[in-house]
């Protein structure tokens, strides 16, 4: 046993493949149908007997109702299981990838005979938490008990840079997958690799072209040649079954237009009464490229983007790697390389792109060493040493400690490659009496270098020690991966507290102290603490995707917790995106762990979908008019971007298709959320003005507040704060600026709450409102309390009376905003 991972897999859309690290080259495993692809696909046939790979791809045309595929897009989604409809089973996204894995797991055990329990997987960049959650159980179910994740562009930059002689290069990695697309920077200096930026989109892939013919060409074309097909269209339950073998056949016939210029159709479709139809048509590489063309628009804007954020543009590029099964269509390469509607960079394809992130998985893997293999048994009579290194460096002169048990006085240890002319030797090395020693190896670059252990006791003799060996490899490695999306906590108003930026290098840690919005009175039924989990880039809390919660109620505490308590709450994320979450509840003094549910809630239904979509279109119909008044020539550009990426007519179209299809329900909400953005970006253009003279009357209102309130260490403070809102003024993001305005709303907040103004004016207003309070006689006693507490600045007290004015009232306010509340506090 190695001790290391060693195995790769690339858990695709469409087609999967599992690759081996043999020393500096990787092997991609063939399945037993000979091929080095594996499609992601299950069937379960009559006899319930379950298929994966070719034989259930095989089977979709004619027994979709037996057969899944493109399930990875919907993995960590609630409800998205899969019913096979003659056996009546039902099976997860989870648990179909399962399936897939197993079927990789046995291709593994069949080639080199061994059973593995550990493996790399992949994701894309673009997945989110509760995506690669859900990958983690997949893994399991699939016996996989350790299975690190690895991003899908920086495998495919690993197998093309592990054995590289460039450094200090910049790659651009062009990922488009079956399903989804990433576009990811990566730096390659002194044998290290760092992602520099990334940008993608779960639901831009290869698939969307697929659906594009069908529902643009292939419908229209099969109603016209036989009229008895009137009604066929995508969203339609009844035309499942025959729009399946149209999408089958667009897949099959744009593949093949990779290499000519024409692909024929021909499917035999049965009509609304159950008639035999035979549907023949011509598919050419022109009408491809056209319905292709802004998806492509889509995957171009999202690299500028990536490249823009870095302040990089196309001429810092040194190359772009090409990955996935679509890029091997030449019209796409050609947009590409085209330097005016493309990215004008040199295009690098030497590796193959269908199996290039298996390889890159594979290269990970050998830098993971398994966890719990416990100590080395010693040898018979002899020995055990317990070695601290990296398996695959950049270094060649690597420093490599052990620990020698049991431990004895007068041992010795050396280390020996044979396999260099002459061999090289560490020479001896005294092992202390705790057992432990250090020494730097010399390796060579281009292979797999490996040491002999030479163990020898006081009196010279040689011990036998188990291992015996240990093997290390010159490589570039991935460093610090970083957070593909910043992750925060909803706040009242529709607000996000960002605790992790993106970018941020994992492992990464966050404490923050929240307050709480409603009482939660021990025992008594009602009132719950939840801190919504949110992931994505925008301040506005519900442009952001939730991908979980950490909650608690009256049935997990003892006491009351009245309105404005203290919540401690802390977040992790490990190098695999796997997150914990804990919350420490002061007045409690308990702590709540390890309950964020990483769940995607239920797809919407078509109905709020298509409600969705009509409010959209009236947004845009009316940033559009302001425009057309304003004449603003970014908003200009902002919304012929949302035209050339045609996505309006997206949306239209998979609201239709989620009638009946789940994968165009989801796809629909995320292209919906992209629309809304995109609208947002116009009216914050348009209203951009209006906002920065507001952040710059915040700036002067926090001056005098601090200078009134607040101490040296504020004053020494506010700086900084005012020079993030410049610097975001600076970027012209609105959303930017409103985080930095928020957080300097905090920082003037918690000077006036440590001073009691916020205290006084919270009373204040709370009294105004004695006439809606219950138990009047008591909530007089309190206001006449808070009287006192104010002449005699007990804050402490005041704040008290303050929460339960608070709980009597049938909806609490929410607490004083500084900035409003300044001249009643004086």
Same mark, same amino acid.
């Given at each position: 046993?190695?001790?290391?991972?060693?195995? =790769?897999?690339?858990?695709?859309?469409?087609?999967?493949?599992?690759?081996?690290?043999?020393?500096?080259?990787?092997?991609?495993? +063939?399945?037993?149908?000979?091929?080095?692809?594996?499609?992601?696909?299950?069937?379960?046939?009559?006899?319930?007997?379950?298929?994966?790979?070719?034989?259930?791809?095989?089977?979709?045309?004619?027994?979709?109702?037996?057969?899944?595929?493109?399930?990875?897009?919907?993995?960590?989604?609630?409800?998205?299981?899969?019913?096979?409809?003659?056996?009546?089973?039902?099976?997860?996204?989870?648990?179909?990838?399962?399936?897939?894995? +197993?079927?990789?797991?046995?291709?593994?055990?069949?080639?080199?005979?061994?059973?593995?329990?550990?493996?790399?997987?992949?994701?894309?960049?673009?997945?989110?938490?509760?995506?690669?959650?859900?990958?983690?159980?997949?893994?399991?179910?699939?016996?996989?008990?350790?299975?690190?994740?690895?991003?899908? &562009?920086?495998?495919?930059?690993?197998?093309?840079?592990?054995?590289?002689?460039?450094?200090?290069?910049?790659?651009?990695?062009?990922?488009?997958?079956?399903?989804?697309?990433?576009?990811?920077?990566?730096?390659?200096?002194? =044998?290290?690799?760092?992602?520099?930026?990334?940008?993608?989109?779960?639901?831009?892939?290869? +698939?969307?072209?697929?659906?594009?013919?069908?529902?643009?060409?292939?419908?229209?074309?099969?109603?016209?040649?036989?009229?008895?097909?009137?009604?066929?269209?995508? =969203?339609?339950?009844?035309?499942?079954?025959?729009?399946?073998?149209?999408?089958?056949?667009?897949?099959?016939?744009?593949?093949?237009?990779?290499?000519?210029?024409?692909?024929?159709?021909?499917?035999?479709?049965?009509?609304?009464?159950?008639?035999?139809?035979?549907?023949?048509?011509?598919?050419?590489?022109?009408?491809?490229?056209?319905?292709?063309?802004?998806?492509?628009?889509?995957?171009?804007?999202?690299?500028? +983007?990536?490249?823009?954020?870095?302040?990089?543009?196309?001429?810092?590029?040194?190359?772009?790697?090409?990955?996935?099964?679509?890029?091997?269509?030449?019209?796409?390469?050609?947009?590409?390389?085209?330097?005016?509607?493309?990215?004008?960079?040199?295009?690098?394809?030497?590796?193959?792109?269908?199996?290039?992130?298996?390889?890159?998985?594979?290269?990970?893997?050998?830098?993971?060493?398994?966890?719990?293999?416990?100590?080395?048994?010693?040898?018979?009579?002899?020995?055990?040493?317990?070695?601290?290194?990296?398996?695959?460096?950049?270094?060649?002169?690597?420093?490599?400690?052990?620990?020698?048990?049991?431990?004895?006085?007068?041992?010795?240890?050396?280390?020996?490659?044979?396999?260099?002319? &002459?061999?090289?030797?560490? =020479?001896?090395?005294?092992?202390?009496?705790?057992?432990?020693?250090?020494?730097?190896?010399?390796?060579?670059?281009?292979?797999?270098?490996?040491?002999?252990?030479?163990?020898?006791?006081?009196?010279?003799?040689?011990?036998?020690?188990?291992?015996?060996?240990?093997?290390?490899?010159?490589?570039?490695?991935?460093?610090?991966?970083?957070?593909?999306?910043?992750?925060?906590?909803?706040?009242?108003?529709?607000?996000?507290?960002?605790?992790?930026?993106?970018?941020?290098?994992?492992?990464?840690?966050?404490?923050?102290?929240?307050?709480?919005?409603?009482?939660?009175?021990?025992?008594?039924?009602?009132?719950?603490?939840?801190?919504?989990?949110?992931?994505?880039?925008?301040?506005?809390?519900?442009?952001?995707?939730?991908?979980?919660?950490?909650?608690?109620?009256?049935?997990?505490?003892?006491?009351?917790?009245?309105?404005?308590?203290?919540?401690?709450?802390?977040?992790?994320?490990?190098?695999?995106?796997?997150?914990?979450?804990?919350?420490?509840?002061?007045?409690?003094?308990?702590?709540?762990?390890?309950?964020?549910?990483?769940?995607?809630?239920?797809?919407?239904?078509?109905?709020?979908?298509?409600?969705?979509?009509?409010?959209?279109?009236?947004?845009?119909?009316?940033?559009?008019?302001?425009?057309?008044?304003?004449?603003? &020539?970014?908003?200009?550009?902002?919304?012929?971007?949302?035209?050339?990426?045609?996505?309006?007519?997206?949306?239209?179209?998979?609201?239709?298709?989620?009638?009946?299809?789940?994968?165009?329900?989801?796809?629909?909400?995320?292209?919906?959320?992209?629309?809304?953005?995109?609208?947002?970006?116009?009216?914050?253009?348009?209203?951009?003005?209006?906002?920065?003279?507001?952040?710059?009357?915040?700036?002067?209102?926090?001056?005098?507040?601090?200078?009134?309130?607040?101490?040296?260490?504020?004053?020494?403070?506010?700086?900084?704060?005012?020079?993030?809102?410049?610097?975001?003024?600076?970027?012209?993001?609105?959303?930017?600026?409103?985080?930095?305005?928020?957080?300097?709303?905090?920082?003037?907040?918690?000077?006036?709450?440590?001073?009691?103004?916020?205290?006084?004016?919270?009373?204040?207003?709370?009294?105004?409102?004695?006439?809606?309070?219950?138990?009047? &006689?008591?909530?007089?006693?309190?206001?006449?309390?808070?009287?006192?507490?104010?002449?005699?600045?007990?804050?402490?007290?005041?704040?008290?009376?303050?929460?339960?004015?608070?709980?009597?009232?049938?909806?609490?306010?929410?607490?004083?905003?500084?900035?409003?509340?300044?001249?009643?506090?004086?």
């Amino acid at each position: 046993m190695s001790g290391t991972v060693d195995v =790769g897999i690339d858990l695709g859309t469409t087609n999967s493949a599992v690759a081996l690290l043999r020393g500096v080259d990787t092997e991609v495993l +063939k399945n037993n149908d000979g091929d080095q692809t594996t499609p992601s696909a299950v069937w379960i046939d009559r006899r319930e007997r379950l298929y994966v790979g070719r034989a259930a791809r095989d089977r979709a045309e004619l027994d979709p109702g037996n057969t899944c595929m493109e399930f990875k897009l919907r993995m960590g989604t609630s409800g998205a299981a899969k019913r096979f409809e003659t056996s009546g089973r039902e099976l997860t996204p989870e648990e179909l990838s399962a399936e897939v894995l +197993k079927s990789l797991r046995a291709d593994v055990r069949q080639r080199t005979g061994e059973e593995i329990g550990a493996a790399v997987v992949t994701v894309p960049a673009a997945f989110d938490m509760n995506s690669c959650d859900a990958t983690r159980r997949a893994a399991r179910l699939a016996g996989l008990s350790f299975s690190p994740l690895l991003q899908e &562009p920086t495998a495919a930059a690993l197998a093309y840079g592990f054995q590289a002689a460039e450094d200090n290069a910049l790659w651009l990695v062009y990922d488009l997958g079956g399903g989804t697309f990433d576009a990811a920077v990566i730096q390659l200096r002194d =044998g290290e690799f760092s992602v520099v930026n990334d940008r993608g989109d779960n639901f831009l892939g290869g +698939k969307l072209i697929d659906w594009k013919i069908v529902e643009e060409l292939l419908v229209p074309a099969a109603v016209r040649q036989v009229p008895a097909l009137s009604g066929l269209r995508r =969203g339609d339950p009844r035309w499942f079954a025959a729009v399946n073998k149209l999408k089958l056949a667009a897949e099959t016939a744009k593949i093949r237009l990779s290499r000519v210029d024409t692909a024929n159709i021909l499917v035999e479709l049965e009509d609304a009464d159950g008639r035999r139809v035979e549907f023949d048509h011509e598919l050419t590489r022109a009408d491809v490229e056209r319905l292709a063309e802004p998806l492509l628009v889509r995957s171009i804007n999202l690299c500028h +983007k990536a490249l823009r954020e870095r302040e990089l543009g196309p001429a810092d590029i040194e190359k772009v790697i090409l990955v996935g099964g679509p890029t091997l269509t030449p019209y796409l390469r050609e947009r590409l390389a085209d330097p005016k509607h493309g990215l004008g960079v040199p295009l690098d394809f030497g590796q193959d792109p269908m199996t290039v992130v298996a390889r890159g998985a594979a290269i990970f893997a050998g830098t993971q060493r398994i966890p719990d293999l416990g100590a080395p048994a010693p040898a018979a009579g002899g020995f055990a040493v317990r070695f601290e290194y990296q398996p695959v460096g950049p270094d060649t002169e690597p420093l490599v400690a052990g620990r020698v048990e049991p431990a004895e006085p007068g041992l010795s240890v050396e280390l020996v490659n044979s396999e260099t002319r &002459p061999p090289w030797r560490s =020479g001896r090395i005294t092992v202390t009496d705790a057992g432990l020693f250090a020494a730097s190896l010399w390796a060579e670059p281009g292979r797999l270098n490996t040491f002999a252990v030479e163990l020898t006791d006081s009196t010279g003799a040689r011990r036998e020690v188990e291992p015996d060996r240990i093997t290390y490899t010159v490589g570039a490695v991935e460093t610090e991966p970083p957070l593909t999306h910043s992750i925060g906590v909803g706040l009242d108003g529709n607000q996000t507290l960002w605790l992790l930026e993106r970018g941020t290098g994992l492992p990464a840690r966050r404490t923050v102290t929240l307050r709480t919005t409603v009482a939660v009175r021990g025992g008594q039924g009602g009132g719950l603490i939840r801190i919504p989990v949110l992931e994505g880039e925008y301040q506005r809390a519900d442009r952001n995707r939730r991908i979980g919660r950490l909650e608690f109620g009256t049935e997990r505490v003892d006491r009351a917790v009245p309105v404005g308590s203290e919540v401690v709450f802390t977040i992790e994320v490990d190098e695999s995106r796997l997150i914990k979450a804990s919350a420490y509840v002061p007045i409690l003094d308990e702590e709540f762990q390890d309950t964020v549910n990483l769940r995607t809630e239920f797809a919407p239904s078509q109905q709020s979908l298509a409600r969705a979509a009509d409010l959209e279109r009236e947004r845009l119909a009316t940033v559009r008019e302001r425009q057309r008044v304003l004449g603003n &020539p970014v908003a200009d550009v902002l919304i012929a971007r949302i035209d050339s990426e045609r996505i309006v007519h997206d949306v239209e179209s998979l609201v239709r298709a989620a009638k009946a299809d789940p994968d165009a329900a989801t796809a629909a909400e995320r292209r919906l959320l992209d629309l809304r953005v995109a609208i947002d970006d116009v009216e914050d253009e348009l209203a951009w003005p209006e906002l920065v003279g507001e952040a710059r009357g915040m700036v002067a209102e926090a001056r005098d507040m601090i200078a009134t309130y607040g101490e040296q260490s504020d004053r020494d403070d506010l700086p900084l704060y005012e020079d993030a809102i410049n610097a975001a003024i600076e970027s012209r993001e609105a959303d930017l600026l409103r985080q930095r305005m928020e957080e300097l709303r905090l920082h003037v907040m918690r000077v006036l709450d440590r001073t009691g103004v916020l205290q006084v004016h919270f009373f204040h207003s709370l009294a105004e409102m004695r006439g809606e309070m219950r138990n009047g &006689p008591h909530a007089d006693r309190l206001i006449a309390d808070g009287h006192a507490a104010v002449d005699g600045g007990e804050l402490n007290r005041l704040r008290g009376v303050n929460m339960q004015l608070r709980d009597l009232l049938p909806e609490p306010p929410l607490p004083p905003d500084p900035f409003s509340t300044v001249d009643r506090a004086r």
